[in-house]
């Protein structure tokens, strides 16, 4: 942003005009040789006596830009607005100013102000541009439509303005929207470089997974593999997908975890790691009251306490798998009697707990489970998640959102992530 911008002032030739612009004249040698305090004086001297000359008043406002005195500054382009309005290089000065300041929103409006007075239409889509730029880096693209939808007005087959419509369309669940949009974008890119059109191809790619469409999504990945973006792809990735279905299996959420390894093998129809899981899960909720009375029977004539403990514990898993909670909970009770401190009996009860609505009495178990001295990371991480997800049920959404942030641990990471950014999005949906 250039600084120079006086030829649009039109100087009127009244009475003390030759004395006012000789001050200027010194002044301005003062501001070139960067000695802006004695220029300020000599542009406030020549202001003295032609108060409505913008253009000293926009030159004093570039002296106070150039000590980073940016108050100032923008005082002085404020009244040589006011005395001419479309002077959009006061509105560029002032949003500099703020940028100085790091006020980002002042920084918009200026730049928005300067878009509705400029004439060249490249320089117009240039302030749209930074506009958007601002807006992406803050996360706040969803404020940005109107700005997108003015600068494709200018330049319809502007790679970058694309690239902001594909993103916010998928932000906004548009997915088919961000695909015209980068499809269009990809026609005028030129030639291929992985760091300069990898965000390109990673917002296609995500549109198409969203969309269902796993082999073109594969396709666009495999060109956005870079930076930050491998990190967002693996998250888009069939083994992503199987990581959150074991972690809701840990819990016994079966429906969760055939919903994710459903997805996986969507996107991979080979994976044979999938299929084992869903083996797993459908073995877990078959009928299981054959082995269940045998381990019954075995219960009545076990007498070696230790064995009879296995058998509990065993049997106590087996009712939790085959929905058969209250049994699951009174074995664990009995079981807990023998082995007070063997937290895994404690998480089985916690589990049975909270599918039979018991849900006061499972918030309990899982805090004194959490209270377990010496849990390892991961353990630790699984029991918190347990706790995020009954505080969510009964609707306890801060003490929720705080056990999954405890959650952000191991295989538990991605999975809490998922559950918190629920949360978020459904208070975000309330407030609107």
């Known amino acids: 942003m250039g600084l120079l911008f006086l030829a649009s002032f039109h100087v009127s030739h009244a009475q003390g005009d030759g004395e006012a612009l000789q001050l200027y004249a010194k002044a301005e040698n003062y501001r070139k040789s960067k000695n802006f305090i004695k220029a300020i004086d000599e542009y406030n001297k020549a202001i003295h006596l032609q108060p409505n000359n913008g253009r000293f008043h926009f030159s004093k406002g570039i002296s106070y830009f150039l000590l980073k005195d940016y108050d100032n500054a923008i005082l002085a382009c404020e009244k040589t607005i006011h005395l001419k309005s479309d002077f959009t290089p006061a509105y560029l000065m002032i949003a500099r100013c703020y940028q100085g300041l790091e006020r980002e929103l002042k920084v918009m409006q200026y730049l928005d102000l300067a878009y509705k007075y400029e004439q060249d239409v490249l320089k117009r889509l240039d302030y749209k541009k930074k506009i958007l730029k601002i807006l992406l880096k803050r996360n706040d693209l969803a404020s940005g439509a109107r700005h997108i939808q003015e600068a494709k007005l200018l330049a319809p ?230 706790m995020g997800i009954i505080y969510k049920e009964v609707n306890d959404l801060n003490l929720a959102k705080e056990a999954f942030k405890k959650a952000k641990n191991g295989p538990y990471k991605s999975v809490a992530e998922i559950e918190y950014e629920k949360i978020e999005n459904a208070e975000e949906l309330a407030t609107q």
Do not use: C, W
């Open 157 to 386: 087959k502007d790679v970058e303005v694309l690239y902001f419509e594909a993103k916010l369309a998928n932000e906004q669940k548009n997915y088919q929207k961000t695909v015209n949009a980068i499809e269009t974008a990809i026609k005028y890119l030129g030639k291929y470089n992985l760091q300069a059109h990898a965000r390109y191809y990673y917002e296609l790619g995500y549109a198409y997974n969203k969309l269902g469409k796993y082999d073109y999504s594969r396709n666009a990945f495999d060109k956005a593999k870079y930076g930050p973006f491998k990190v967002k792809i693996a998250k888009l990735s069939p083994q992503y997908y199987l990581g959150i279905a074991y972690s809701y299996l840990k819990i016994n959420d079966f429906s969760n975890s055939k919903k994710y390894v459903m997805t996986a093998l969507e996107m991979q129809h080979n994976f044979a790691q999938a299929y084992v899981l869903m083996g797993n899960i459908y073995k877990r909720e078959a009928d299981q009251s054959q082995a269940i009375q045998q381990f019954k029977k075995a219960l009545k004539v076990e007498e070696e306490e230790k064995s009879k403990a296995a058998i509990l514990k065993n049997l106590a898993q087996l009712q939790l798998d085959n929905a058969q909670y209250p049994e699951a909970i009174t074995l664990s009770q009995e079981y807990i009697k023998t082995e007070p401190k063997d937290y895994s009996v404690y998480f089985i009860k916690g589990i049975a707990e909270y599918k039979n609505k018991d849900y006061q009495a499972a918030i309990a178990t899982f805090e004194h489970l959490t209270g377990f001295t010496g849990l390892d990371p991961e353990t630790q991480a699984k029991y918190n998640f347990a």
